[in-house]
């Protein structure tokens, strides 16, 4: 399996300077990849731009998006935003695309919410016939947690990206997705991707990283809480969770940060590669 690190693009009040940073120090390291995530209505930084600043910065390093919000673009735009990252970063991108769980990301834009996995599933496919003409073409992942989301994978991706939660649960939900792809008729098996939070540090940092975690998914209302007790805090449980996970058949783990600080990315190197 190999592991990826997550830029803090979705951090509050995170600077420019100190993705880049990271950007720099990740390339340097272990990880495999570097992973963004995607809100409208948060103070965030945008992914595809990001993304594009870190291809011309990086050359060894893989990209990807840990979502963003298909429906919410024009897919001619970001098909052209896409590509341009991929010629950027020499072929390194991998695209994570997802209806979104949140209303008020629609909102800001003034998009409706019904209809939205029809407008991804349209949008999957003609990024799919798109990119074509690229060599090598973006990857393209789902991300989601019902069965249609396996199913709009096994159909228009390349493999499904889980948001989270323990190696049983992540277990789970690739045997359905391996099914969903066998049934769709594909050839050989999904590309297999999941993501998790980590907060290293003292007492302090690791309440940081709570109250962000808290914020970001304070649209679930209670589940929040639950969200938030499966941040990662200490190296003793991100080397279990990373061996669980391995073991349960993922291809490919993000670990995304819930503090932006680089210390973060340095002691998080520091596990991973021990």
């Given at each position: 399996m ?17 993705l880049?940073?990271?950007a720099?120090?990740?390339e ?10 995607d ?19 990086t ?6 998006t840990m979502v ?21 970063s020499?072929g390194?991108?991998?695209l ?8 008020d990301?629609?909102d ?5 919410h ?7 599933d ?9 990119f ?5 073409p ?6 989601g ?11 228009y991706a390349d493999?499904y ?6 190696p049983r ?6 045997d359905?997705?391996t099914?969903?792809w066998v049934?769709a008729?594909?050839?050989?098996r ?5 993501q998790?939070y ?12 709570r ?11 209670p ?7 499966g941040?990662?805090?200490t190296?003793?449980s991100i080397?279990?969770f990373?061996?669980?996970y391995?073991e ?5 783990l993000?670990?995304?940060?819930a503090v932006a600080?680089l210390?973060q990315?340095?002691?998080l190197?520091?596990?991973?590669s021990?």
């Amino acid at each position: 399996m190999r592991v990826g690190i997550g830029l803090p693009n979705s951090v509050p009040g995170t600077e420019a300077r100190l993705l880049l940073e990271w950007a720099r120090r990740a390339e340097k390291s272990s990880f495999a990849s570097l992973g963004v995530v995607d809100r409208m209505r948060y103070d965030s930084h945008e992914p595809m731009a990001l993304l594009a600043a870190v291809a011309a910065t990086t050359t060894r390093i893989d990209l990807v998006t840990m979502v963003v919000i298909g429906p919410l673009r024009r897919t001619p735009v970001f098909a052209r935003e896409a590509a341009t990252v991929q010629r950027l970063s020499q072929g390194r991108l991998t695209l994570g695309l997802a209806v979104g769980a949140r209303t008020d990301d629609y909102d800001a834009l003034g998009e409706g919410h019904e209809g939205r996995g029809r407008r991804l599933d349209e949008q999957l496919a003609d990024l799919r016939d798109g990119f074509e003409e690229l060599k090598p073409p973006p990857g393209l992942l789902v991300g989601g947690g019902g069965d249609i989301s396996l199913v709009r994978a096994a159909r228009y991706a390349d493999g499904y990206v889980h948001g989270g939660g323990p190696p049983r649960s992540f277990q789970r939900t690739a045997d359905r997705a391996t099914t969903a792809w066998v049934e769709a008729g594909r050839p050989g098996r999904p590309r297999l991707w999941a993501q998790a939070y980590f907060a290293l540090g003292d007492q302090a940092t690791i309440e940081r990283g709570r109250s962000y975690m808290r914020d970001y998914y304070a649209f679930t209302g209670p589940f929040a809480a639950k969200i938030t007790e499966g941040l990662l805090t200490t190296p003793q449980s991100i080397v279990q969770f990373v061996r669980g996970y391995a073991e349960a058949g993922c291809d490919h783990l993000v670990l995304l940060p819930a503090v932006a600080e680089l210390e973060q990315h340095d002691r998080l190197a520091a596990v991973v590669s021990s």
